[in-house]
Nanobody, 122 residues
């Protein structure tokens, strides 16, 4: 069964940077896309970014465009989310998830990691 494990969360000051890592294992066929999602306390889970496993096509939600960068290392079965110029509103548990589709809808993702907490605070 496909497994995803996130790492790299932590406490960072506003304006700072963090890089999240999603390591994917247990697949015989690579999922079509890997997405990053986040869920803040009291809010619904939302899609943040998406990357295609095949050609590297990317997608960003409007609030993170120009600040976050998603990338992949197919040799390591790893997807990264570089987060720059972080704001307190970015505070959330961040999850990576896989899908056989090109989709950023949480309900259409097939497998999920357990999440990593990002806290942006002074």
């Amino acid at each position: 069964q496909l497994q995803l494990v996130e790492s790299g969360g932590g406490l960072v000051q506003p304006g700072g940077s963090l890089r999240l890592t999603c390591t994917v294992s247990g697949f015989s066929v690579k999922p079509y896309s890997i997405g990053w999602f986040r869920q803040a306390p009291g809010k619904e889970r939302e899609g943040v970014s998406l990357i295609s496993s095949s050609d590297g096509t990317t997608y960003y939600e409007d609030s993170v465009k120009g600040r976050f960068i998603v990338s992949r290392d197919n040799a390591k079965n790893t997807v990264y989310l570089q987060m720059n110029s972080l704001k307190p509103d970015d505070t959330a548990v961040y999850y990576c998830a896989s899908s056989w589709l090109w989709t950023i809808l949480p309900e259409q993702m097939d497998y999920w990691g357990k999440g990593t907490l990002v806290t942006v605070s002074s």
